[in-house]
T-cell receptor, first 113, second 115 residues
Framework: DVKVTQSSRYLVKRTGEKVFLECVQD?????MFWYRQDPGLGLRLIYF???????EKGDIPEGYSVSREKKERFSLILESASTNQTSMYLC????????????FGPGTRLTVT | AQSVTQLDSQVPVFEEAPVELRCNYS??????LFWYVQYPNQGLQLLLK??????LVESINGFEAEFNKSQTSFHLRKPSVHISDTAEYFC?????????????FGQGTTLQVKP
C-alpha cells in the first residue's frame, strides 16, 4: 500500500514564525502536491512538484514556498506565518505525470495565533 | 478555466435510505472525474473515477456515479447507506489532456447518516 506521512497531526505556531510542514511518501512517486483544506472551500492546490528540485505554483501559492531535495520528501514552508494561514494542510502524491490517482496523507492542522 | 460545484454542503439521511450527492463541473475541454471520501480525522481516499468507457462507474463499497456529458454532472449515489458512510465527499475534475495530474476539487459534501 502507498503510504504518505506528514510530520505532525497538530501544530500551533505564532504569527511571524517560519513553519515547516514535511511530507514523505514511500512508493517512489514522481508527483507530490500540497493542498490546504478550509470549510466550504474544499481543497485548494498550493504547490506541486513533478520531479526532484522541480516545482510549480498551484492556485494559492502566496505566502508559501516548497522544497523537494529528495524524491520521497516534499516540504511546505510558511516564511512568516499569519493567522489567515490557519488551516488543514494535506499532502498527496501520484505515480507519474498523467497518472491521476492521488494518495493523501492524514493532514496537519495548523493553528497560527 | 475549470470549476466544480457540489450543490449540497450537508446531506443528512437515515440509515438504509438511498442517497445522492450532486456534482456539476464546467469545462470547455474533455475531463476526467473523481470522487474522494474523507472519513473523520483521516486524509482523502479515492472512491471512484471516470476516465473513459462506460459512463457508470462503481466502487467496492456500493457507491456508483454516472458521467453525464450533456448535463456536465457526475452525481454520486448509493441505494442504501450505512452509519459507516458518514464522511465528507469531494468531487474533483482534471483535464484529460493535462500531463500534470492537477485536480480541481469541489467544496465538499458532508454525508451524515443517522440511525
Amino acid at each position: 500500500d502507498v503510504k504518505v506521512t506528514q510530520s505532525s497531526r497538530y501544530l500551533v505556531k505564532r504569527t511571524g514564525e517560519k513553519v515547516f510542514l514535511e511530507c514523505v511518501q514511500d512508493m517512489d512517486h514522481e508527483n507530490m502536491f500540497w493542498y490546504r483544506q478550509d470549510p466550504g472551500l474544499g481543497l485548494r492546490l498550493i504547490y506541486f512538484s513533478y520531479d526532484v528540485k522541480m516545482k510549480e505554483k498551484g492556485d494559492i501559492p502566496e505566502g508559501y514556498s516548497v522544497s523537494r531535495e529528495k524524491k520521497e520528501r516534499f516540504s511546505l514552508i510558511l516564511e512568516s506565518a499569519s493567522t489567515n494561514q490557519t488551516s488543514m494542510y494535506l499532502c498527496a502524491s501520484s505515480l507519474r505525470l498523467g497518472n491521476y490517482e492521488q494518495y493523501f496523507g492524514p493532514g496537519t492542522r495548523l493553528t497560527v495565533t | 478555466a475549470q470549476s466544480v460545484t457540489q450543490l449540497d454542503s450537508q446531506v443528512p439521511v437515515f440509515e438504509e435510505a438511498p442517497v445522492e450527492l450532486r456534482c456539476n463541473y464546467s469545462s470547455s475541454v474533455s475531463v476526467y472525474l473523481f470522487w474522494y471520501v474523507q472519513y473523520p480525522n483521516q486524509g482523502l481516499q479515492l472512491l471512484l473515477k471516470y476516465l473513459s468507457g462506460s459512463t457508470l462507474v462503481e466502487s467496492i463499497n456500493g457507491f456508483e456515479a454516472e458521467f453525464n456529458k450533456s448535463q456536465t454532472s457526475f452525481h454520486l449515489r448509493k441505494p442504501s447507506v450505512h452509519i459507516s458512510d458518514t464522511a465528507e465527499y469531494f468531487c474533483a475534475v482534471s483535464k484529460s489532456s493535462s500531463n500534470t495530474g492537477k485536480l480541481i476539487f469541489g467544496q465538499g459534501t458532508t454525508l451524515q447518516v443517522k440511525p
